[in-house]
């Protein structure tokens, strides 16, 4: 039987503190439970936030300590399946968001999950698509509270962070100490109004080291992606050092010169915001691997 870790192995910062929860072998799949970023506290639209007890938001699972990995190393986890297990739960918070100009009334609604949809309200049905609005190593030193995104992962809110896509961390102590929670049934980019279809869910990965030396990290890659992730104070500062990375990635790694990889990022890239809500922004960089192939470029497989 695959290695599990369950949600009750929560914590709430990424620090080299938060210890192994589980050890696995790299290519060894495991699976990691996950609560939903209230620990599961709003059961119906009559619990309110009046009564949250906060400390316990935004809980993560791990860490999961990878054999072999060490600082300095980059470690890439495959996401083979991100199974969201409902129900879902969606809040407003008066003055938080985007939006929180306008939102007066603190309110929670329940989404129940039929098949392969959510259903907000009784009467709109959106699809599923599973994703891991935190997920990350612990960092070499010090803490980063779960709601917070940075180089190390966690509250990136990500949408591409989804079944099929594999995510490259620079690992920050031994063993990598990976974990995630989070997890949204669905939600649009930008998360504006602080929140997705919050689910508890489950993970099932596998993680190695991959010889990719300079990667810059946060990184992801899907079937048709290779994507930046960049969190700042603002969304100026956070865009910049995502167009930057990513061009750093295709200059220095997938040797493409200065000019065609800025005129390149300027004819396929897209720049997308990831959150606006978080205390730092995360906006992400997009590119093509399908061009990458016509300059003779692969991520390695192994
Ligand atoms: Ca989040
Ligand atoms: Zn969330």
């Not at 990500?158 to 079944?163: D, G, I, M, N, S």
Request: proline letters at 5%; aromatic letters at 6%.
């Amino acid at each position: 039987m695959a290695s599990r870790v369950t949600r009750d192995r929560a914590f709430f910062a990424f620090s080299p503190r938060i210890g192994a929860a589980m050890h696995v072998r790299q290519g060894e799949e495991f699976t990691v439970e996950t609560h939903d970023c209230f620990s599961g506290q709003l059961k119906s639209s009559s619990d309110t936030l009046d009564t949250l007890d906060w400390s316990i938001t935004n809980p993560a699972t791990g860490g999961v300590y990878v054999e072999g990995a060490k600082p300095g190393d980059i470690l890439r986890v495959d996401l083979l399946e991100v199974k969201a297990t409902g129900p879902s739960v969606m809040v407003t918070i008066p003055e938080v968001g985007a939006l929180g100009d306008l939102i007066t009334e603190q309110e929670t609604t329940i989404l129940e999950h039929s098949g392969d949809s959510v259903v907000y309200k009784g009467k709109v049905k959106v699809r599923q698509k599973p994703m891991l609005g935190v997920i990350g190593v612990a960092p070499a030193s010090g803490e980063v509270p779960n709601s917070t995104p940075g180089d190390h992962g966690g509250n990136m809110d990500c949408t591409l962070v989804t079944t099929g896509a594999s995510l490259y961390f620079t690992v920050g102590v031994e063993g990598a100490l990976f974990g995630c929670g989070d997890m949204h049934a669905v939600m649009g980019d930008g998360e504006i109004v602080i929140c997705g279809a919050e689910t508890p869910g489950e993970l099932r990965a596998v993680a190695q080291v991959v010889d990719l030396p300079g990667l810059p990290t946060p990184f992801l890659a899907n079937d048709e992606l290779v994507v930046v992730i960049a969190s700042a104070e603002t969304s100026d500062e956070a865009y910049k050092e995502a167009v930057h990375r990513m061009h750093r990635f295709l200059t220095g790694i997938a040797g493409l010169s200065v000019n065609d990889a800025a005129m390149l990022m300027s004819l396929v890239g897209n720049l997308v915001f990831c959150q606006v809500v978080d205390p730092l922004i995360t906006v992400r960089f997009e590119f093509q691997k399908s061009v990458l192939a016509q300059y003779g470029f692969e991520l390695p497989q192994g």
